[in-house]
């Protein structure tokens, strides 16, 4: 029995990218280290780091964590530079192999460049068959892989990175915050819509592009702005910075996940403050279901900002429910011989002294299948809860997502399959409590925020190309 | 510049133990890897198991933590048994080898048996010698193998193990709760003083024992009750439990440091909830010094628990100062480019969000050496924090410890060298508050529970023997 | 110092292929590493392994010898197939990684296959340069890669893997023996000239290929016959087996040096015993230039069968001159403290009792470099060798290799730059002798046989291209 | 079904021995690992080197060849010394173990020291029982372990290291090469009898002992003298070498198999130039019972040089008859599918053009169990081979040995069971002739040499205990 300890139920975000352009060699790659162990929470599968040595590309990338794939022996290994990108992944188990790891390298007697994506590219299938008909063989089963052949096409047309990238840009559908580094150039690009995160910050006279800003904190960066959807900017090896504002008007659409769970709570996110944002979410699922209790407490450790706004908005004392125990190694298996409700005291084990005989206010994220949300109240009831109310800091998951969140299929989702009431009993809890979607809408706290919660509306940003896309990827 | 990551000036407990004894076979050694799992935070460098297979001893061990050293592979290699201990430990960097991990193995022809040990013997010096001088040799640098001598020269002049041990337990003096396998017998025994927990727990017909009650959870067991002080309980292979009360009174001395910052908050320890008696010590200390300020936050993970007390003794909502990075391996060692004061970030970034223009109260369980409490409040006051109010939920650390804690030399003790106004000047704080002796007495809620506070007070339960002992041993 | 023990002042082979088609499922990667095992000799650097699975491709890939990257676990984590191929390289240091190990495979949606390459393509820049112009990324920076390439522009215009393999082997040039399979077909293929050897087997109604007939020992097939130079032989799964011989008449030339060295001296080459025709080699160097001597000794292990050829023509006994020690690894670095010429006692330690105070002829297949054969020499007369008469049964090395022999630089060959007398001198040998161009191709027993010995002579059996050509593929 | 490559049928020896004192600090550890890969061939099962780091003993041991355990890591890492000891081991299967690996290292306040044994105790037992029942608790189960704690218990009563080696060498029994390093002395001792070989040489002013010659070969010391039965010599770390000779007189008794199989063809022992007594050895095989043959093969490598022997007698063509493949590792299993007498031929292949037609003398050092002769013939013949005369250059194994060599059970030995004639029909050679006992006895160069043939003849040169002793230590 596999105690699942890196997801525990979880959407997965896909990935998170860094990279730097100094003006002078430094450490490049142990910066970028640093930068992808801030984004950690962004993927967990494999890491990797491509960077400049002598006018060409080199690169290591491996499984697992960033500080497992980059130790201090590999680090030590790598010399100074003046540029470097980094990515961290989730992917789905069959395809999960160094091979596909990101940054995708191209080597190219036109360009050679790494490229770090984050997203979902919608008409890869479609990309992917016309560019093998015309010659090009695929090295990867990445469908990122499209990205660099498409910018290797439009290179044989032109001298010019910054326009061969622009107009495969142009061909491509789908969320894609990209980092591209050349020999000499780092270049930074949003998807029109602005799917994904991608921010600036200056170090040292040099330049930062990081996933959130808590990288930019991580490697002591100053944050400058944010990058806008549809623009590119490009940093010379003279340091000199060019936008590249988008020319056609889009629909805006931040992927709300990315404030209800996927960002660290201390990244701010095209101005919205993600440990704020919970705060209100917590804030606002008191206001629109009150109860009489004595203590709330978050789901360790995805609750704690929402269970903070609750108990703030409730004056409900703010409590601990579960200690957790955070030396379970990903590949820990519990014994069949433990009882299967045993596995989960092993991970999280109810604090009975805190529970015992009281009204507990339980705060998490997100239901996904409800197995996992069942399994922990089950628990709480066991070590004494008298009553236990669940709150949900999202509206319920309902539909798919076409642009970078791996999510279960629909026979999975228990909000796609029940209704509320029916997953309160399926749960066991007393009383159970969504945010709603108008509720949702309100904790942006700029008037420009414009988010993409098709997960929950179904109605999403751009097109999403035939529903079948995401199976016919699957591979991905 | 390495991170400290593991510790990050923190005092050591020395170790954990586990073991079982169970009317059938059955995956023993992997029941006691979970239950070394829980017990992790009593020592992270060296885990080891012994099992009985066919009336012998087998056993494992390695350098790192549990799950690192058992593996799914390892623990799929061992047969079914029905006897195991298990053993945590910490220890100093010299001498951190296989060879000195626990469980000891000692194989004779009069006893074979394994034996694992929390606390520090005080006569070890003298044993060592002694037996040396009458032809014992050691095969380890460990000090707890004069117990396992010692109870090999007592079976030489009787033939019942439980002789031996009590025999062998009077001679050695200090601290000591041991767990002791035979090839059919699971001993667990306690010193006179009761230094270091001991607890029994009854899972399946089983009987199972461990430090602390936290690992009983964890494996499903149910717990039954706490190993006296001076108390030695034997179980049979007919799961026949005999108690071997303590035969001469003694002063108690429970560790006050196990309650303060050692053991787990969902554990109970002779009686007292863990997680009541540090959010005691908050509402003490919010008694003790009141402040006005904005939010109160725990330094993370160590002050969750006093935080939360403060925070329902005060009124003053409870926040969120630093987000923890948890992906950071212990290897983790940051670029010497990276400014210094950077490095912090890198683990603990300040939530600039949450603490920019407000007042904190930042509350931790203790303070050794101080500099990370200063670059803390450092990084709060950088991310724009009005006031900060460090408040302590220990009292100042002044003496050596003799009974297994790992202390720094008191050139290194904040505490010894400088007055608490020195101090707050040097980590910079606006104020700072120890919890007082007098307070840290009340947070236990049982009239019987005795404390040594020796490490604050200078006034031990036992006599230490000489003072220079600790260094006598400083290879151990 | 650096002990160099794989090689020891050798010339290199580039490659060894095998590969099987059987009528049912068998542990075809297993047999693979059997033949890849028996084909060792042929390059120690990496080794690789394709095989089919469930109509796809599956492989593993490594550095090391293929016993290293083929263990018993690796071997029994494979399921069972039906074909497979596989090759073990030498590279040059400089590209020796995984990336480049064979089989290459190549995904596309026309053609999915595994290329396995001995030798080297003459026209591979110009090929590379136009494929890439034309929109194809290169994935590995092995030149065989320019092969799957062809393969796929082919297949671009055709249905039949036949038709496209056909043409693409037109497009290039130079030396190759391949093996390709797809999901269903094994393809074997020689290049016009026949280079390197390729042959033939049967086993259990399967059809096996080979670079050697000994690989055809190891897993215990029948030799059926040799694939002729420039004729492909296609297998499908049916187990019919269609010929395609060659269209264009060309001249044949077998590699010589597969006689003198490369080969086992147990395979059959296109007809030819290696161990006759060494034995052979061994009996012109005895006749070109009688000596008076005490015993033959050959230098361990590549003078053996030349040594025997030599005493049975001269009349003189053979002996043991040097022990050599086969536990070294090849990682094995002496001690910069151990004398420089003391190193080489170590791998070959002089028999003193066999060579003291006698007349030794030392009989080796070739001098590269000059330097290790100095000190053989020099260690003998250590021993007490009262002469060292020098044999060499082949010519003087004097010219590059443009089809799959790695080669030192011009200025690296002792021969280049000396004459045979000034060689003499500098090996300190009281004669020497180097088997005449004449008598190497009076070797050959059969009429038919052809050799390329451009390597001796400067003359090729085709067009080499450019001189050039050789230093633009270096990274290869 | 496991191919035996590193025995495939064969006695083995336990052990090899190298040390060296120098004036200076060298690297120390770097020069016994060659030493010790000079003597590999004694032992391949695990390695160790224990060396003198600031007066006290360091070591490093493990699993595998002298190569795997010191890799070039390794030895870097290791400071240089003027003082070291190695060994290699062979171990039968049970307990091989590092904890078992020697020199076994005593750390007690009266004396720490390392100890390397060759040889076996045939007391072992008593004195294992006598120590433990007076305290002593040995922390492995290799019985050389006795040897330490007989020297502590000695040096409890003495402060003399020399006078408490000579009274423990004194208690012990059986055939025991021992070397000894305290922090400051290097110790070499043979036992009266002399069964195993020892020897010392020069080293740029430093003293080496080793278990062969060919190992001061491999450092490049000069040959000194051999180590005399009953012999202690002490060098200390002013250089001086002082001998205590043998005090008793006793029947000496060189392990004659040192001379047919264990030692390297290259090492002179006891005055006696293994290569020159081999060579005899064949020699008298052909005067033995001489046969009308083509030619001459050795079963490599072990019957080369007797092959040699009697090629020079008889006037037979020397030939090869078998090509080893050297690159197969020693995990390497044969697939089940592939036919049982085909694994032969993946390590030896039988020669076809050599063999077929012809009628061969087959020369080998013994026959253990007859199984892998009878495939070697069968393979000879089915290559082609019209006759094949097996020639055995020692006598029938028909005793056990007590003294060090691990030998098959009575019921494996095919000569313990069957008679000349018997084991030539289950072979199926066309002739058999083993070398008879008188030949063995004269292959002897030295009036004063004499044999221990135990094994063959049922005498041994001093008593061996009860016959039941060996089954007693089965497990060390």
Not at 62 to 86: H, K, M, N, Q, Y
Not at 225 to 248: C, F, H, L, Q, W
Not at 456 to 473: I, M, R
Request: contains cysteine; glycine residues 8%; hydrophobic residues 40%.
């Amino acid at each position: 029995m596999r105690c699942d300890v890196a997801g525990m139920d979880k959407l997965h975000e896909e990935c998170g990218l860094f990279g730097l352009l100094m003006p002078e060699s430094v450490k490049a790659a142990w910066f970028t280290s640093v930068g992808l162990i801030a984004l950690q929470h962004r993927g967990q599968e494999s890491a990797g780091i491509a960077w400049e040595q002598d006018g060409k590309i080199a690169f290591h990338k491996g499984l697992g964590l960033a500080g497992e794939v980059f130790t201090p022996d590999v680090l030590c290994g790598i010399e100074d530079s003046r540029l470097a990108i980094g990515h961290v992944r989730y992917s789905t188990t069959g395809s999960n192999n160094t091979l596909n790891s990101q940054p995708l390298i191209t080597l190219h007697s036109k360009l050679s460049f790494a490229l770090a994506h984050n997203g979902n590219i919608t008409n890869a299938a479609e990309l992917h068959q016309s560019l093998e008909e015309s010659g090009t063989v695929f090295s990867t089963t990445n469908d990122s892989e499209v990205i660099n052949m498409c910018i290797i096409r439009q290179m044989l047309k032109t001298d010019s990175v910054e326009a061969a990238v622009l107009k495969a840009a142009q061909t491509i559908q789908g969320a894609f915050s990209l980092l591209i580094m050349t020999g000499d150039k780092l270049i930074a690009l949003r998807d029109p819509t602005g799917f994904h995160p991608l921010c600036m910050g200056r170090l040292n006279g040099g330049v930062v592009f990081a996933s959130e800003t808590c990288a930019l904190d991580a490697v002591g960066a100053d944050f400058e702005r944010y990058i806008e959807p549809g623009e590119m900017v490009v940093a010379d090896s003279n340091m000199k910075v060019t936008s590249y504002p988008a020319t056609v008007p889009a629909k805006r659409g931040l992927c709300v996940f990315e404030l209800i769970y996927f960002a660290r709570p201390d990244s701010i996110i095209d101005g919205e403050s993600v440990y704020h944002a919970r705060q209100r979410m917590g804030r606002f699922l008191a206001k629109q279901r009150p109860v009489d209790a004595d203590i709330v407490c978050p789901v360790p450790d995805s609750g704690m900002e929402a269970a903070q706004g609750y108990a703030q908005e409730s004056g409900i004392p703010l409590g601990t429910a579960f200690v957790k125990n955070r030396y379970i190694g990903r590949s820990f298996i519990a014994p069949s011989q433990l009882a299967r409700e045993q596995a989960v005291n092993i991970k999280l084990n109810p604090l009975r002294a805190s529970v015992a005989g009281r009204r507990v206010v339980l705060v998490d994220d997100s239901i996904v299948r409800g197995t996992t949300c069942a399994r922990i109240i089950r628990a709480l009831r066991k070590a004494g809860a008298k009553e236990v109310h669940m709150r949900i800091s999202s509206p319920p998951f309902l539909y798919p997502c076409f642009f970078g969140t791996d999510i279960d299929s629909s026979e999975n989702l228990i909000a796609h399959n029940h209704s509320v009431e029916e997953i309160r009993q399926m749960i066991d809890a007393d009383t159970l409590e969504y945010l709603s979607i108008e509720n949702l809408e309100k904790v942006k706290s700029l008037e420009t925020t414009q988010f993409c919660n098709g997960c929950f509306s179904g109605v999403y940003p751009v097109d999403t190309g035939h529903t079948h896309l995401k199976e016919a990827f699957e591979d991905k």
